[in-house]
């Protein structure tokens, strides 16, 4: 069993930054793939990011690309995300979410194959 608290959530104006933090519970983090999500009011949830259990694979929305970041540190048990250039269409609920251990990491846009979801952090950008 896995605990995600999401954190690092806020106001921000168009252009600025913003650095989302998800801590995890548990010893078995460093296995977990893990990927961050948004929920934007009437709209379904969406894929933002995702990181391999090592770290070593990155993978992006091509709405973010160039402007998100997604890192893990296993030591701490922590994924961030860092948020550069901000657009007001990035204004959502931001969702951790992990998965388990697998032998290949594919898919890691779906958030039904996650098993693991922390209870979100808003974010909010004003034009």
């Known amino acids: 069993q896995v605990q995600l608290v999401e954190s690092g959530g806020g106001l921000v104006q168009a252009g600025g930054s913003l650095r989302l933090s998800c801590a995890a519970s548990?010893?078995?983090?460093?296995?977990?793939?893990m990927g961050w999500f948004r929920q934007a009011p009437g709209k379904e949830r969406e894929f933002v990011a995702a990181?391999?259990?090592?770290?070593?694979?990155?993978f992006y929305a091509d709405s973010v690309k160039g402007r998100f970041t997604i890192s893990r540190d296993n030591a701490k048990a922590t994924v961030s995300l860092q948020m550069n250039n901000l657009k007001p269409e990035d204004t959502a609920l931001y969702y951790c979410?992990?998965?388990?251990?697998?032998?290949?990491?594919?898919?890691?846009?779906?958030?039904?194959?996650?098993?693991?979801w922390g209870q979100g952090t808003q974010v909010t950008v004003s034009s």
């Open positions: 548990g010893r078995t983090f460093s296995t977990y793939n």
């Open positions: 990181i391999s259990w090592s770290g070593r694979s990155t």
């Open positions: 979410a992990a998965r388990k251990p697998e032998t290949q990491f594919t898919y890691y846009n779906r958030s039904y194959l996650y098993d693991y």
